[in-house]
């Protein structure tokens, strides 16, 4: 298997796929742009279309030492790459269509091209005849039987950029953007006919789910999908509500959904099929937690909200807290209330009476906090690009940072089952983290998703992620039966926080390989002068950390730098004594 890389790393991952549940990375070939596609030549080589206008023909004979033995540059960025015989045929950009001879691997020659309206983004040719996803221009379909003179024959237009074609006898399939997946027969390709579609509902930003539901928010309110049997997810009713709606919560037969500025929608969910919306808030609304009768929004600059929603055609605001600093996320537990408060920390909130709430403490998390979760005496909190923090409350008024784990992106809604957190991780998809151990929390399962994860729901063994382009169900029953808690692999180098940051007198630098490197770790003052070299020698693929202890040295700020293999990564430091 070969998998184009977009990361820092731009190159093709190879990939033995012998034993599909355990597919192993052979190695990792770098190419000299961003690698669009990839397609086989043959058993020895590879085509690699790449961002930087050329095509490159790669040996793989031996697939753990890849290289290169030919090049076809072309005027733009080659984006896909479909091979049929001794021909290439390169989707282009706004150059078109090229048609390229590979007979000869080292010598790889231009015979023909074709125009395009659009620009040419994916590719595949059967029975000479190319199918181009042409972006803003829908489908366009050349003749390609005379390589030396391809001609455009027939299109498909589209509302929506095309990104992808795939087919299957005379059927071709177009990934349609937001208008969905449509199926064209093109059995007369100057004629395409189309047959069939299947609408996506569109982005899903939050879900939560009850007695066999979930319950999604999106651009046009709120959809209610039965996953009785996660397998086979049916939609059963929409709600549309003012404008888009972000996140949601369920209690008894009310869904209560935020719409930012628009405020609060409560929604009657006693009957899935028709949901109706029977009472509203205008106050400002990022996050929503329903208890006892009670809404707790986190209103951005304006804090901490409480509603009475006993009567939900009537909620009426009866408690406010004005927070430091932007309220992004609220948990609650027994008589307080805990708000992700942005780049404030985490905020401590007494709502015994929920008439005058007041705050008893504080934890500065030096993050950008927009997720909380509690289990027992440990808050559980989304630090945004700082990842993942882990908060001891057992007393309400010294919260203390204990544990933490950074991760490849934004981590902003958390959810606790099992002894396991479930964290969104924006492109990172969501991750699986086992805290059995709070001090040190350990990622056990990861899945990347085709876009941005903005929140998930766990569901039995399932996880349901609402992600920017869909709403996904992924299966995580490995992760409880310990099959996959084996360390994952990052895509590229990646250079962690220290923590603590600032620090007295030792700090944890932790760091993560894409596979087996020689690196070197590095102090520095910030005169650039090397203070002390850390590590020096060749390390397996994975996570790793290293503990410096700056004792000998003076209060200041430090730079700590890996190197590996030509790649450099760098942050600061802060030691105070």
């Not at 004979?61 to 076809?72: I, K, L, R, S, Y």
């Not at 409560?266 to 029977?278: E, F, K, N």
């Amino acid at each position: 298997m070969f998998v184009t890389a977009y990361a820092s790393n731009w190159g093709i991952f190879i990939l033995d796929i012998s034993d599909p549940l355990e597919p192993e990375e052979l190695t990792f070939y770098e190419t000299s742009g961003r690698a669009t596609g990839v397609a086989p030549y043959g058993s020895d080589y590879i085509c690699v279309s790449s961002g930087f206008s050329a095509l490159t023909l790669v040996n793989i004979a031996d697939p753990t030492v890849p290289f290169a033995v030919g090049h076809a540059d072309l005027n733009e960025g080659a984006y896909d790459v479909s091979v049929v015989d001794t021909i290439a045929y390169v989707a282009n950009g706004t150059n078109g269509q090229r048609v390229i001879d590979i007979a000869n691997p080292a010598n790889p020659h231009e015979l023909g091209f074709a125009d395009t309206p659009g620009l040419s983004y994916a590719v595949e040719v059967q029975n000479n005849i190319a199918y181009i996803a042409d972006y803003n221009h829908g489908m366009s379909i050349v003749d390609c039987s005379n390589a030396s003179s391809p001609q455009p024959v027939g299109s498909v237009e589209n509302p929506e950029p095309v990104v992808d074609v795939a087919f299957r006898g005379e059927r071709v399939f177009i990934a349609a953007g937001n208008t969905g997946l449509r199926v064209i027969d093109a059995t007369v390709p100057a004629s395409p006919l189309e047959i069939s579609s299947i609408d996506r509902p569109g982005p899903a930003y939050d879900v939560a789910t009850s007695n066999g539901y979930a319950f999604v928010t999106g651009p046009d309110g709120m959809r209610t999908i039965n996953i009785s049997n996660p397998n086979v997810p049916l939609e059963t009713g929409l709600c549309s509500t003012l404008g888009t709606t972000y996140r949601v919560d369920v209690l008894a037969n009310i869904a209560c959904v935020t719409e930012g500025d628009s405020g609060l929608q409560l929604i009657d969910i006693s009957t899935p099929g028709a949901p109706q919306v029977i009472g509203s808030c205008r106050t400002h609304a990022n996050d929503v937690v329903l208890t006892n009768g009670y809404a707790f929004v986190a209103a951005g600059y304006e804090g901490l909200y409480i509603i009475d929603i006993s009567n939900p055609a009537q909620p009426i605001e009866i408690g406010h807290f004005d927070t430091p600093g932007m309220a992004r996320g609220v948990a609650i537990r027994d008589e307080y209330a805990f708000v992700a408060d942005y780049t404030s920390g985490l905020r401590i909130i007494s709502i015994e009476n929920p008439h005058s709430p007041f705050e008893v403490g504080f934890s500065d998390t030096t993050g950008t906090d927009t997720g909380v979760a509690i289990l027992d005496n440990l808050a559980y909190v989304g630090s945004g690009y700082r990842g993942f923090r882990v908060v001891d409350v057992s007393d309400v008024t010294r919260p203390v940072q204990v544990g933490f784990v950074d991760t490849p992106d934004w981590v902003n809604q958390i959810q606790i089952v099992d002894g396991f957190t479930f964290a969104t991780n924006g492109l990172g998809g969501f991750r699986i983290l086992n805290v059995a151990n709070p001090q040190s929390p350990a990622t056990v399962g990861y899945y990347n998703t085709p876009g941005q994860v903005l929140g998930l729901a766990v569901y039995g063994s399932s996880v349901i992620a609402a992600d920017n382009y869909l709403l996904g169900i992924y299966d995580y029953s490995e992760v409880l039966t310990g099959e996959n808690t084996k360390p994952s692999i990052p895509n590229s180098l990646i250079l962690h926080t220290c923590f603590p940051n600032p620090f007295n007198a030792s700090t944890t630098i932790r760091y993560s390989l894409p596979r087996a490197m020689n690196i070197t770790l590095d102090i520095f003052n910030i005169a650039g002068q090397l203070v002390e070299s850390i590590v020096d020698n060749r390390q397996a693929a994975g996570e790793h950390d290293v503990r410096w202890n700056g004792e000998k040295y003076p209060s200041g700020l430090y730079i700590y730098r890996i190197v590996a293999n030509e790649q450099v990564l760098s942050d600061k430091l802060l030691l105070l004594k």
